[in-house]
């Protein structure tokens, strides 16, 4: 479907659960999420629904996110039904990986075709940090199991965080050449709730730029991330701005949360809830969000917060 500013609505981004098994500081509170009734979160089939009244309205592509899908008990049941409705060509996963040895060629076999793990950092002390109750092991486990299901065009995604993981641009850029991955780092957005960061934590993805001299503009691939290679890498650098050069004249995305609420975008407190409809009715709700879709996020930065009204972890980042 076209929006009201002639942007092709093609991408839907599903948060299947609020809940994780890590507590990622920029993201979620360390006491984790409020609890909901079960009777408040949408179904798997309402999901299924939501995902052929979306292909009817042309969404094409959708990714699969959380909170940590992975934690979610039919999570490969989710993932193989959304990838055979109509319409839909391609599901994608993103992933803390923690879970991966043991789901990825489940999810591989349920049709997933691709998957973006988050990496903050490379130094074990760090990771247990940034992510409370995380240990870094478990990533690359996570990571080894996804080359194991054949899993191809893995990205990784780190947020760039001020003084905590920006000494570790040059690093993290080289697993570029280590491994098949494409390396991204997304600048931080200020969340409702997200952390207590101060204004030096919130950098632009330029800096990465100047750490990488020997980086050449890649070749583009229509994604929202700006692309960039090393000399000899395997994979590509991106670069995702939200915060310092927004993308949302070229925003293509809807995003659905767990509790069944429309979001049309990322940052913006409007909601309109899918949850008790039928086919019909949830085309109704969508084709009216994504008319209703604004024209920019508003200002982000370390003074405006994002006016989503939730954390990260409740809308699917
Ligand atoms: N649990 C999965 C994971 O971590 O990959 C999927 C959900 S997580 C919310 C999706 C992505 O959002 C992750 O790459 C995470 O780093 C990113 N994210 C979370 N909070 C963010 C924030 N405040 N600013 C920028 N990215 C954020
Ligand atoms: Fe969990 Fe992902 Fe948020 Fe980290 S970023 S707390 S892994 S949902």
Known sequence: MIDRLGRSITYMRISVTDKCNLRCRYCMPEEGVCKKSHFDMLTEDEMITAVEAAAALGIKKLRITGGEPLVKKNIVSICRRAAGVEGISEVCLTTNGILLPRL?????????????????????????YITRIGTLDDFWAGLEAAFDAGFEKIKINAVLIGGFNDDEIVPLAQLTKQYPVDMRFIEMMPMYDSGDFDEKA?????NVLDHLPEALPAEQDGGVARLYRLPGAQGNIGLIS??????????????LTADGRVKPCLHASDEYSLKGLDFEGMKRVLEEAIRSKPAWHGDLDALHRSQAGRNMNQIGG
């Open 104 to 128: 990825a060629k489940p999810l591989k076999e349920a049709g997933v075709k691709r998957l973006n793990l988050s990496l903050d950092t490379l130094d074990p002390q760090k990771y247990a």
């Open 242 to 255: 939200p915060v310092s050069a927004h993308f949302c004249g070229e925003c293509n995305r809807i995003r």
């Open 202 to 206: 919130f950098i632009p993805c330029t």
